[in-house]
T-cell receptor, first 115, second 113 residues
């Protein structure tokens, strides 16, 4: 089945630094990927839709200059959290439309802790 | 981003019993619905989906019911097992907005052995 590989699985960074999270579609091409953020005991909140070869579409209230998304190829989308602050600490998850099954395929998530 | 609800209700069932998890969705224009299972520290896993032209769909040990009149979804798990313990989310898609998926609040299922 379709697999999305997400790295890193966890990262700890200092306040003010930037962190890049990668999502790769391993056995299929993903022209679109979605990025979510999930705080503890809460649901997944859609942050942005990443489109290969064009600009990402951000949800209302999500700062595009803080959460930089790049989707330069059909198999790779990246999310960079710039100038991270403790309130950015969260679980970040990507997904792509699945092939061969219903729904969407999700990455394994990245636990970001900003200290 | 959008979301349906901010709470995480819990459901506790005995192993072997049937579980019913409910969800209210927000957009009457949504035409595709998905149930996901999320274990701690992992991404969501697809369980079952249903399109708006159906009101029931069955999978292996799972059944999804859709009531468009009241914008309600339910997930039924037969003979619940300890491995079913997780958080379950319903999600809705509409043809507008680039087919983005909006997640419901989630329900934590505890299965007692």
């Amino acid at each position: 089945g379709a697999v999305v590989s997400q790295h890193p699985s966890w990262v700890i960074c200092k306040s003010g630094t930037s962190v890049k999270i990668e999502c790769r579609s391993l056995d299929f091409q993903a022209t679109t990927m979605f990025w979510y953020r999930q705080f503890p005991k809460q649901s997944l909140m859609l942050m942005a839709t990443s489109n290969e070869g064009s600009k990402a579409t951000y949800e209302q209230g999500v700062e595009k200059d803080k959460f930089l998304i790049n989707h330069a190829s059909l198999t790779l989308s990246t999310l960079t959290v710039t100038s991270a602050h403790p309130e950015d600490s969260s679980f970040y998850i990507c997904s792509a439309p699945a092939t061969g099954q219903g729904g969407y395929t999700f990455g394994s998530g990245t636990r970001l802790t900003v200290v | 981003g959008e979301s349906v609800g901010l709470h995480l209700p819990t459901l506790s069932v005995q192993e072997g019993d049937n579980s019913i998890i409910n969800c209210a969705y927000s957009n009457s224009a949504s035409d595709y619905f998905i149930w996901y299972k999320q274990e701690s520290g992992k991404g969501p896993q697809f369980i079952i989906d249903i399109r708006s032209n159906m009101d029931k769909r069955q999978g292996q040990r799972v059944t999804v019911l859709l009531n468009k009149t009241v914008k309600h979804l339910s997930l039924q798990i037969a003979a619940t097992q300890p491995g079913d313990s997780a958080v379950y989310f319903c999600a809705e898609n509409s043809g507008t907005g680039g087919f983005k998926t909006i997640f419901g609040a989630g329900t934590r299922l505890f299965v007692k052995a």
